[in-house]
């Protein structure tokens, strides 16, 4: 496949520091709405990024379940190679793409783990079956085979008998509450913009950058 040759220009739209919301938050409510209204297959999907001290940093996509003044809500189990990372260090990245659009949104911030409420919630929320694969698999711990892990959830499964488990004491939220969130817009002429908003004692601050 001959990929130097491919290239396209970026005209959907146009970012600046006028048009932009006050806060991030409203500005990212926005963003995200027009990828649903633009049918962005997977619109909430974004990668998470995670560094631990000394470590190679890691990215795995996970879903927005929640956006708040507080910040970015994901669910997963707290005993994966994410939770561990997060243990060692609450220092993440979450990053969207919406190619439609040709927007990307940045986020650094830190990350804590929900109220058990929050997460029970919406555990209880999810299907009968996901809620089963939740129990039945321990994320990120190597297995011996797909049919293991097929005989955990069948085992489960027959076990329930039709009633919903409760969500395990290693699953749940985290909530990444942002310091710094970067707006780009794709422009003609790789002249893109970038709109940043930095948190700075309490205020967002923001500032255009280079492309
Ligand atoms: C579209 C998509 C959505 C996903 N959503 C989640 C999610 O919300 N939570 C989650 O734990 N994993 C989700 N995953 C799986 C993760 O990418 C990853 O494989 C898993 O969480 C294990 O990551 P880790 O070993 O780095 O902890 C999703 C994957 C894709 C491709």
Known sequence: MKLD???REYRYAALTKQSVAASPIDQFKGWLNDAQQANVNDF???SLITAETGGFPQSRIVLLKDIS???FTFFTNYDSQKGKAIESNNKVGLH???PELERQVRIDGVAE????EVSVAYFNSRPLESQIAACASAQSSALTSRNKLEEQFKSL????DGEHPECPGNWGGYLVRPVRIEFWQGRENRLHDRIVFELVENDWKI???AP
Do not use: E, H, P, V
Request: aromatic fraction near 14%; proline fraction near 0%.
């Open 113 to 116: 783990k929900t109220s058990r």
């Open 96 to 98: 969207f793409f919406w």
């Open 44 to 46: 909430s999907a974004m």
């Open 157 to 160: 499964q027959n076990a329930l």
């Open 5 to 7: 040759s491919i290239r």
């Open 207 to 209: 500032k255009r950058l």
């Open 69 to 71: 003044a507080d910040g």
